[in-house]
């Protein structure tokens, strides 16, 4: 797959069969991205990969939980408020997920069932957990955001879709105690992946971007 491809075509996913990503795929996919660019070759990432019965159970204290309403505490917190353009590019991504669904960001149970479905993992066969040392800074975590995009392309390009979600980790206890990553490391994002189910309403919707003019300035030319 050509790089303008894979940069153009890539989506988050939100609905993945039950279809097993096998594990040669995954080697393959995180051996291309490991060699993603890091601070002076630091290479902060500490990749834990869960499927089968394990990321199971995983789903299900993390969807009883979400039942409960138990708030989610995520080691790396939500940020705050966001600026104003950044909130409205957020409305505009919600709304266009809404409308796919022939409804209005209004019903509640378009935000409930968004939730749950972020809770299950959009029903991935297999997440990839980034994790970084404690004692590291803000900039390996600028580091392990080029891991991800890298893990999301190179599985794109076997056909493996996926989703960066925040959700994966709001519950990092679990995560811990099922994949034994220890407190001295962060679990800073997680990345579903798997095949597309094409049935979902949402698989046809492309969020959009910022102009090349809108986002960048040239001076010199
Ligand atoms: C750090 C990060 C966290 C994200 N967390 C979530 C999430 O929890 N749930 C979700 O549905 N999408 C999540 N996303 C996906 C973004 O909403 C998505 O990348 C953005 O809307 C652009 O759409 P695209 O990926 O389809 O191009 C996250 C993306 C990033 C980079």
Redesign the pocket.
């Known amino acids: 797959m050509e790089v303008h491809d894979a940069l153009r075509n ?3 996913v ?1 609905a993945f069969l039950n279809r097993p990503v096998p594990r040669e795929s995954l080697q393959e996919i995180l051996e291309d991205a490991l060699h993603t660019p890091s601070w002076a070759n630091t290479q902060p990432w500490e990749v834990h990969v869960a499927a089968g019965e394990v990321l199971e159970r995983i789903r299900r204290t993390y969807e009883e939980r979400t039942t409960a309403k138990v708030p989610a505490q995520p080691d790396l917190p939500f940020p705050g408020a966001w600026p104003a353009p950044c909130r409205e590019r957020t409305k505009e ?1 919600t709304l266009g997920r809404a409308l796919t669904r022939n409804t209005t960001t209004d019903d509640p149970a378009f935000h409930h069932e968004f939730l749950m479905a ?1 809770r299950r993992f959009f029903g991935a066969p297999c997440v990839v957990y980034l994790c970084m040392a404690r004692a590291l800074s803000q900039w390996s975590v600028f580091d392990l955001g080029a891991m ?1 995009q890298s893990i999301t392309l190179a599985a794109q390009d076997r056909g493996v879709e996926s ?5 994966t980790v709001c519950y990092p206890d679990v995560l811990r105690a099922e994949l034994g990553i220890p407190d001295d490391l962060v679990i800073v ?1 997680g990345i579903a992946l798997g095949y597309v189910d094409p049935s979902d309403p949402e698989d046809s919707f ?2 959009a971007r910022r102009t090349l003019a809108e986002a960048v300035s040239f001076k010199g030319f």
């Open positions: 890539r989506r988050t939100r991504l972020n991800c989703a960066i979600a925040i959700n994002i492309r969020s």
